[in-house]
């Protein structure tokens, strides 16, 4: 059983950056993937990014691309998202999820969701 508790949402102006923290309590096998979706007010969750635990390959699509950037510290069993140039539109509740599957923006896919973290960009 794998639980995560996101962490580093808060307040910040267009422009500027945050870092969340995904972190996980149990094991998390190399083959996991784990993934930072979000949801925005009135809009569906969408898919952000995902890793591979074992050997940190990540998958990613749209405009979030160049912005965020996934990375994980497998010592402190944590995946971290580093955003900048944080726009208006990138407000949303963060939410890491994990689970044996390939790096897919499939929800369905990923067993173990954390409760998710708040994120608002002020213009």
């Known amino acids: 059983q794998v639980q995560l508790v996101e962490s580093g949402g808060g307040l910040v102006q267009a422009g500027g950056s945050l870092r969340l923290s995904c972190a996980a309590s149990?094991?998390?096998?190399?083959?996991?993937?784990v993934v930072w979706f979000r949801q925005a007010p009135g809009k569906e969750r969408e898919f952000v990014k995902a890793?591979?635990?074992?050997?940190?390959?990540?998958y990613v699509v749209g405009s979030v691309k160049e912005r965020f950037t996934i990375s994980r510290d497998n010592a402190k069993n944590t995946v971290l998202l580093q955003m900048t140039s944080l726009k208006p539109e990138d407000t949303a509740v963060y939410f890491c999820?994990?689970?044996?599957?390939?790096?897919?923006?499939?929800?369905?896919?990923?067993?173990?969701w954390g409760q998710g973290t708040q994120v608002t960009v002020s213009s």
């Open positions: 999820a994990a689970g044996d599957t390939g790096l897919t923006e499939r929800q369905d896919e990923y067993d173990y």
């Open positions: 149990g094991r998390l096998f190399s083959r996991y993937a």
């Open positions: 890793i591979r635990w074992g050997d940190g390959s990540t």
